[in-house]
């Protein structure tokens, strides 16, 4: 017995052996490095769809955040532009009392009631456009008429007819303004003279 495994132990392995084991194994091999190529561009690919997945979601959040501040900033908007029509009258009320030099009690209300409204838009955001002595600018004036002046330039605001306001920077209601215009040029005795003497 003893002999027998001495033989299979002097054995040698013939080379057509061995050849078919290291072709398989570079195979395998081949195929695995295959495998692990895709499988890392794959990776590289949901990482990319992660991160923008990810900053997607920052984006939205930001959005999100910033809708909400402007929701809060000017939810009053319509309450206020409802308000204003009734401080117009009061302010037309004080001037009209003014005007006549009326010294009784019902001035100073209407007076101390337009103060607290005053208070009340300052509370809000709510502040006056200003309008007269400034260049006419359509996005906060509304013309309604002209009125010939020499004392301004033209397209300037001479008159309000009715206060524009602004919320939180933003228009809220017009300014309704006339504008100055240059003054008709009157024919003198002389400029009739000069015209008849051309013709």
Same mark, same amino acid.
Not at 7 to 15: G, L, R, S
Not at 61 to 84: G, M, V, Y
């Given at each position: ?74 939810? =009053?908007?319509? #309450? /206020? !532009? ?11 009320? $004080? @001037?009209?009392? &003014? ?68 919320? =939180?920077?933003? #228009? /809220? !209601? ?11 040029? $009157? @024919?003198?005795? &002389? ?9």
């Amino acid at each position: 017995m003893a002999k027998k495994n001495v033989d299979f132990e002097n054995e040698e392995e013939t080379p057509s052996d061995v050849e078919p084991e290291v072709e398989g194994a570079e195979d395998d091999m081949e195929t695995l490095r295959d495998k692990l190529t895709r499988a890392l561009d794959e990776a590289k690919v949901y990482q990319e769809q992660y991160l923008r997945t990810l900053a997607d979601m920052e984006n939205l959040r930001k959005r999100t955040q910033r809708d909400k501040e402007e929701l809060a900033k000017f939810a =009053n908007e319509s #309450l /206020l !532009r409802d308000i204003l029509p009734v401080i117009d009258n009061l302010e037309r009320a $004080v @001037e009209h009392a &003014e005007q006549t030099e009326s010294e009784d009690g019902l001035f100073e209300g209407v007076q101390m009631t337009l103060n607290q409204f005053s208070q009340l838009l300052d509370k809000f955001g709510v502040e006056p456009v200003d309008a007269v002595g400034q260049l006419f600018d359509p996005a906060y004036h509304q013309a309604m008429g002209q009125v010939e002046s020499e004392e301004h330039p033209v397209n300037t605001v001479v008159q309000q007819m009715q206060k524009g306001y602004q919320l =939180n920077k933003r #228009l /809220l !209601r017009p300014a309704f303004v006339l504008l100055a215009k240059a003054p008709a040029t $009157v @024919e003198t005795d &002389e400029d009739a003279t000069e015209k008849t003497d051309e013709e």
